[in-house]
């Protein structure tokens, strides 16, 4: 029979192929391009990772220099752009300030002339270059000062770290910021990234691919339940009120921020690593109480969520990273954003190398074809 069935949220549903990334969530393991991500983040830098990601092969030491010289000149923003961040109000939310100037690119940079190889390898260029510099821009405007320009002489993240701050930051905390970057930079068919993908299948321009994907990462359900983590923890306040908080919030049938995955039964390989570095930071700068919570709620979780094959997710303890790192929550989301950018072009180029343009059906359960009715006679 030719009967639809629907299914919810795609569960399940290929939609592309794809040679980006590969995930295992029985067994809890992550490959981008063929690599594991324990190995990269041990042995890659994000740039590195960013640069295999898109392109689909390790730099070599040429080709890896170039790319990081190249980001590092188109790092500064148009001074049209900062103008633009300066009207915005400055309690908005970081994610939308992002969405807008990632947006504001396509004014400046699109000729839609995706069938060029240097526009694509430029656009790839600009938007990671320039998103970590939105992101400090606009923190530094909304306390009322002036943004600050990027430095030569610092790394990708070192200089997103000391636009953000102002201040040169210790180089392992540098470092650890590096690593969480290439763990979230790609993750399959995610909702952003399937975002991206419907958005480049139109044949747009990539600034507006990005604008859509960082819109669709925004949400609670998504990369917005970092900041949404942290929240939930200081509600918590103690390790001893971890379990009365799990059973009201599953009396209540709430979600528990950071836990749970569509693709990973087991626990997130991303977060065992990020739990990690969380403990290299606080033996180098001090302990954060709220990681006592943290995993405190993780042990009693175990037994109450873990037969459903719920854990904790990439979000669980990002957090208590970047905390940690002195970044305000509500720039959590914004992060992942800059490391994801990545992932987001990756698709983008395979998109456009094999396109149809995204068009699914629905199954209509609306009214049956009826006759008009006069606005008099309507009750
Ligand atoms: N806490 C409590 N119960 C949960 C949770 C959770 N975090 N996640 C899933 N469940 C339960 C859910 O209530 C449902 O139970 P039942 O079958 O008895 O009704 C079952 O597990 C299946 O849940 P679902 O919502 O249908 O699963 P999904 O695959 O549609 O959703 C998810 C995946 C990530 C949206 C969901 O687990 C969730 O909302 N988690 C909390 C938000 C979060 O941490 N999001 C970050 C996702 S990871 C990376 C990222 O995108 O940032």
């Not at 592309?16 to 324990?38: H, P, Q």
């Not at 980001?71 to 633009?84: E, I, N, P, T």
């Not at 950018?341 to 209509?364: K, T």
Request: proline share 6%; aromatic share 10%; hydrophobic share 40%.
């Amino acid at each position: 029979s030719n009967k639809l069935i629907l299914k919810p949220g795609l569960e399940g549903v290929p939609v592309t192929n794809s040679s980006i990334c590969d995930i295992d969530g029985n067994k809890g393991k992550l490959l981008y391009r063929g690599y594991s991500i324990e190995e990269l983040s041990q042995k890659s830098s994000f740039l590195e990772t960013a640069y295999l990601l898109i392109w689909g092969e390790l730099p070599t030491a040429i080709q890896l220099r170039d790319f990081e010289q190249e980001v590092q000149m188109h790092r500064r923003l148009s001074f049209r752009v900062r103008d633009m961040m300066k009207c915005f109000p400055a309690t908005g939310h970081p994610m939308d300030a992002l969405q807008s100037s990632a947006a504001s690119l396509g004014l400046f940079y699109s000729r839609r002339a995706i069938d060029d190889p240097n526009y694509i390898y430029n656009a790839v260029i600009r938007l990671i270059a320039k998103i970590p510099t939105m992101i400090a821009a606009f923190q530094l405007i909304r306390k009322g000062q002036d943004p600050i320009q990027p430095r030569d002489d610092l790394t990708y993240s070192s200089n997103f770290l000391y636009m953000l701050t102002e201040k040169e930051q210790d180089p392992i905390a540098a470092k650890v910021f590096d690593r969480c970057l290439i763990l979230h930079a790609e993750h399959s068919l995610n909702a952003s990234t399937f975002s991206a993908r419907v958005t480049a299948s139109t044949l747009t321009d990539p600034y507006a691919v990005i604008a859509s994907a960082v819109g669709t990462l925004a949400g609670p359900l998504h990369g917005g339940a970092n900041e949404d983590v942290i929240a939930m923890l200081e509600e918590i306040k103690t390790p001893e009120n971890a379990a009365s908080f799990l059973d009201n919030a599953i009396k209540n049938k709430s979600k528990i921020m950071g836990f749970g995955h569509r693709e990973y039964k087991v626990k997130d390989p991303r977060a065992i690593i990020l739990q990690k570095l969380a403990e290299e930071l606080f033996i180098r700068f001090g302990a954060d109480e709220m990681y006592e919570v943290a995993k405190s709620l993780e042990a009693e979780a175990i037994p109450r969520l873990g037969p459903k094959g719920i854990f904790p997710n990439v979000d669980f303890y990002s957090g208590l990273v970047y905390r940690k790192l002195g970044i305000p929550r509500d720039l959590f989301t914004p992060i992942f954003a800059i490391s994801r950018v990545a992932g987001w072009l990756a698709h983008w180029r395979e998109q456009l190398g094999a396109n149809r343009i995204f068009r699914p059906s629905q199954i209509y359960t609306g009214s049956a074809p009826r006759d008009w009715i006069s606005l008099e006679n309507r009750k």
